[in-house]
C-alpha cells in the first residue's frame, strides 16, 4: 500500500499538527494513483450531492443550469444560493415549508438558508415528479431515498446493500463507501443518466455549488474542465476533464488539510495547483501565523 498524504501546520519553528490524507485516481475504472488506501470506507456526505441530483436532471430537461447546480450544493447561504433555491421550488411546485431541514447554526432560522436546502428542493421536485407524498422524503424506506441509494450504487459500480448507510447532519440518509469507489463515481458521473447536463451546470456555477473561497468552487475556477465537490469530515470528491476521478479523505476528518495534500496529488497525475500547495493561517490581526503544506 501507497504511503498516505501527510499535511503538517507549522508555526514558524514549530511543527504544530500532522493531519494524514488518503487519495485515489481512477480512470477507466482502474486506479492509476494512489496515496495511502484506496480501499479505506469513508462517507460521501454532501459529496454524494451530484449523484443525489442524478434524478432531478432527468425528470425536469428542461430546468435552468444554476437550478441544478444549487441542487447539487453545499452553500454559503447568502441571498444569491438562497434565491437559486427559491426558483428552484417555484419552478418545480414546491414551497420553503416543505423543506425538512430544521436551523442551521449561524444562520438565519430559516430553513432555506441552510447548506443542504437546494439537495432538498431538488428532493422535494424528483418525487413530485414520481407522484411520491412529500410526508417522510426523508426516511430511508421513502421511494426516494431508496431510489438515491440506487443512484450512488449504480455510480460506483456497487449494488445498493454494499453501501453503508446513516443519517446525513440534514436528515437524509447518508452512504460510505471505499475511496476507490467513490473516485470511479466521480469519473463515470458525465456519462451516467442525467450526468452530462449537471456536471455542464456544476461547472458553468461554481460559486452556487459552495461559495467564493470554498475549495471546490475554487477548484472548479481554476481548472478547465474539472467538477468538485466537497462532502462533511474532510472529504473532497472530483473529476477532471480527462475523465480521472479523484477521492481525498483526511483521516482525521479536518478539511483544512485537503488543498496541501490535493496540491501534492494532482502533480502527480501532471495537474499543477500553485495556490493550493501552502494555505496560510492567520492572526486575528490578519497578520500570516501558519501555514499548512504538505510534510
Known amino acids: 500500500m501507497a504511503e498516505a498524504l501527510t499535511v503538517a501546520v507549522r ?21 492509476v494513483e494512489a496515496a495511502g488506501d484506496p480501499a479505506r470506507v ?18 425536469y430537461p428542461g430546468l435552468a443550469d444554476d437550478l441544478l447546480a444549487i441542487a447539487a450544493a453545499s452553500h454559503f447561504g447568502t ?5 437559486a433555491v427559491r ?39 424528483v418525487c413530485r415528479a414520481n407522484d411520491w407524498p412529500i410526508e417522510g422524503y426523508r426516511d430511508p424506506d421513502h421511494p426516494l431515498q431508496r431510489l438515491l441509494r440506487d443512484e450512488v450504487a449504480t455510480a460506483a459500480e456497487l449494488e445498493p446493500d454494499e453501501l453503508q448507510t446513516g443519517k446525513d447532519g440534514c436528515g ?61 469530515e474532510g472529504l473532497l470528491c472530483a473529476r477532471l476533464a480527462d475523465g480521472t476521478g479523484l477521492a481525498l479523505k483526511a483521516l482525521d476528518g ?15 497525475l501532471g495537474l499543477e495547483l500553485p495556490t493550493f500547495v501552502q494555505v496560510p493561517l492567520r492572526t486575528r490581526l490578519g ?7 504538505k510534510l
Request: overall charge neutral; charged content about 20%; proline content about 4%.
Open 11 to 31: 508555526r514558524g519553528q514549530i511543527l504544530e499538527s500532522v493531519h494524514e490524507v488518503h487519495a485515489v485516481a481512477v480512470r477507466g475504472g482502474h486506479v
Open 254 to 268: 479536518n478539511g483544512r488539510a485537503l488543498r496541501p495534500a490535493l496540491a501534492a496529488f494532482a502533480k502527480r
Open 87 to 125: 426558483r428552484l421550488l417555484a419552478a418545480t411546485g414546491g414551497s420553503e415549508d416543505e423543506l425538512q431541514l430544521g436551523n442551521q447554526d449561524g444562520r438565519p432560522a430559516a430553513a432555506i438558508y441552510d447548506n443542504c436546502s437546494g439537495k432538498h428542493a431538488g428532493m422535494l421536485a
Open 172 to 232: 437524509v440518509v447518508a452512504f460510505a463507501l471505499p475511496l476507490e469507489r467513490a473516485a470511479r463515481a466521480y469519473s463515470r458521473l458525465e456519462e451516467l443518466d442525467g450526468g452530462a447536463r449537471l456536471v455542464a451546470a456544476m461547472r458553468t456555477h461554481p460559486v452556487l455549488v459552495g461559495g467564493e473561497g470554498a475549495t471546490d468552487t475554487v477548484l472548479m475556477q481554476s481548472v478547465d474542465g474539472a467538477l468538485a465537490k466537497g462532502g462533511a
Open 287 to 293: 497578520e500570516p501565523a501558519a501555514a499548512l503544506e
Open 42 to 59: 469513508a462517507s460521501l456526505r454532501s459529496s454524494a450531492k451530484p449523484l443525489q441530483a442524478l434524478p432531478l436532471s432527468r425528470a
Open 79 to 83: 441571498e444569491l444560493h438562497v434565491d
